[in-house]
């Protein structure tokens, strides 16, 4: 089942319910229901009017998404609570502002806390339907669940153990590959997790890389590897239906510092092998969403780095690779960022540089008011021309794709 006819089931169980189980979380949430217009009697024909007597009255167009609902479908926003009713902020902003999606985390970094949003899969399935609930249009559920080191939902909190890339890719076997995404995928699908950031499909150049081959996200330094294993990983998530995210473009695995903590210049570093596995993915229609590295490589840009780049993802991943599907940012909040650009210029970068979906993963700091802030930013740079509607436009139509996928 795909995401768009399983929340049509959802929203028709809902309505046969009379709307009680979303009255009931957005009561929770301290969300007030805007009223439904009652609808009128209406008198039952005469029996001698005549067609030509009264014209037809012809149905109102639906009018379209607003530009402020447009943004927020730009926005992939991470939120502390275990359940809707302590997730009260997304909650609104999922209900209120029309949030696009969320992305999902076991800890809590700026606190230092083990609990953030997972503790068992009956809690975290509870958690993300009662989201899915509030929201007018279904939300991308993320998570990155590449298996091994970087998994959310581990055994700690009763979920089945995962194996690393390093470790497929070093067992060299496609087949068992493609059924250890689809446990992956499996697992995701039963709590109600839609998107995978996963896979990397960075080329692990330097094994001591300290956030890519140090932590064994990589399948190999060797391309075709990478680019095998890559494609039975997402083929077996597709067989259950959760789609999969390639990061982290154009490439992380030559790096030696970690951009989550500041600026990560790669331009002595990298080659252009490391783009084949995007290649190859894009190229056999194995791609269905593409995540941006926060690497400079004066190289291919002497002014941004890679999610701030127009020459790099518009220029490469779209006209020269060919990915005209949907672009999602690593989070705007990490030190590659924050440190050199403030939150508004990285944003209307982004935007302009080919991004679609804004991740906000509020892991390295924690902003209240981050999502309406964003959209109201947003807003600002489209009125004052700093970016176009039609601009804004093309992520929506790309991100509503994705979802209907």
């Known amino acids: 089942m795909n995401l768009h006819s399983a929340t049509v089931t959802r929203r028709r169980f809902l309505a046969a319910l009379g709307g009680g189980v979303a009255a009931v979380v957005l009561a929770a949430c301290g969300i ?12 039952p024909p005469s029996a001698t009017a005549s067609p030509t007597d009264t014209p037809s009255p012809q149905p109102s167009p639906t009018p379209g998404p607003s530009l402020r609902d447009r943004i927020a479908q730009m926005l992939l926003v991470g939120f502390r609570g275990l359940t809707v009713e302590a997730a009260g902020e997304i909650a609104a902003d999922i209900h209120d502002r029309n949030l696009g ?3 999902l985390f076991d800890t809590d970094q700026p606190t230092h806390s083990k609990v953030r949003n997972v503790e068992s899969a009956a809690q975290l399935t509870a958690l993300i339907d009662g989201l899915q609930a509030l929201a007018p249009t279904p939300l991308l559920v993320a998570i990155d669940e590449e298996g091994g080191l970087v998994a959310r939902l581990d055994q700690r909190h009763g979920f089945p153990a995962t194996i690393s890339a390093a470790d497929l890719g070093a067992r060299g076997d496609v087949t068992f590959t493609r059924q250890a995404g689809e446990r992956i995928a499996e697992t995701l699908a039963s709590v109600g997790v839609n998107l995978n950031l996963a896979p990397v499909v960075d080329l692990n150049v330097n094994p001591t ?8 996200r990589s399948f190999s330094a060797d391309p075709s590897v990478v680019t095998t294993q890559a494609e039975a990983f997402v083929e077996g998530h597709r067989s259950v239906g959760v789609r999969t995210t390639l990061k982290h473009f154009p490439g992380h695995g030559s790096s030696t510092s970690d951009s989550h903590l500041g600026v990560v210049d790669v331009t002595n570093t990298w080659s252009p092998i490391e783009l084949d596995p995007f290649r190859n993915l894009v190229h056999d229609r194995l791609a269905d969403a593409v995540l ?6 004066s190289k291919l840009d002497p002014e941004h780095p890679a999610t701030l780049s127009a020459p790099t993802i518009t220029g490469i991943l779209r006209q020269e690779l060919g990915w005209d599907g949907v672009v999602i940012s690593d989070d705007m909040q990490m030190g590659a960022i924050r ?3 403030g939150y508004a210029d990285a944003v209307r970068l982004a ?3 080919g991004v679609d979906l804004l991740t906000i993963a509020q892991q390295q700091v924690y902003e209240p008011g981050i999502v309406a802030s964003t959209i109201d930013l947003i807003e600002g740079f489209v009125n004052d021309g700093s970016l176009t509607e039609a601009r804004i436009d093309e992520s ?10």
Request: overall charge positive; aromatic content about 6%; glycine content about 6%.
């Open 32 to 43: 007030e229901r805007s009223a439904q217009p009652t609808p009128s009697a209406s008198a």
């Open 101 to 103: 999606g969320i992305v």
């Open 209 to 216: 890389n300290p956030i890519i081959g140090a932590l064994g």
């Open 292 to 297: 941006t590295a926060h690497v400079f490589n």
């Open 339 to 341: 440190d050199a650009y």
């Open 351 to 353: 935007i302009l540089a």
């Open 396 to 405: 929506y139509q790309r991100i509503q794709a994705l979802k209907l996928r």
